[in-house]
């Protein structure tokens, strides 16, 4: 796969994005939590196990990339709402979702099924629990 970016969801996505995009010459995005961007944003909003809550990129992530082709990282997948939600804001920015990675999944939360069903990406985890 031709990757071009690494997307690293707030905060310890940022860590290990960064290291997999170095790895691979690709460039990195950061997926922040809402009110942390300067506008313009593009928002989404997801499920926690005990409330909601946002995530933001820049309006104009992607302005100048031929069909980004990004990877798409987090610490832990549970539930799977935080990373379905940067997932579909990259979506929007124009990206094209190759992965999802995460260290660590709850298995028993089924979120892999969930990223499967709601953006049509297959979840890559070091650790399963």
């Known amino acids: 796969e031709r990757i071009t970016h690494i997307a690293g969801i707030d905060a310890r996505g940022f ?14 995005v950061m997926v922040r939590k809402s009110g942390k961007l300067p506008p313009p944003v593009q928002s989404a909003d997801y499920e926690l196990e005990y409330g909601r809550a ?39 920015a124009g990206g094209v979702i190759v992965q999802a990675v995460t260290v660590m999944e709850l298995k028993s939360l089924s979120g892999r099924e969930r990223i499967r069903k709601q953006v049509q990406v297959e979840l890559y985890s070091l650790l399963d629990y």
């Not at 860590?15 to 990195?28: E, K, N, P, R, V």
């Not at 990129?57 to 939600?85: K, S, Y």
């Open 15 to 28: 860590t290990i994005g960064c290291a997999l995009a170095y790895a691979l010459g690709a460039g990195f």
């Open 54 to 92: 946002e995530v933001q990129v820049p309006r104009a992530l992607f302005d100048g990339t031929d069909t980004p082709r990004v990877i798409v990282v987090d610490d832990m997948v549970a539930t799977g709402g935080t990373m379905i939600a940067g997932c579909r804001l990259i979506e929007d």
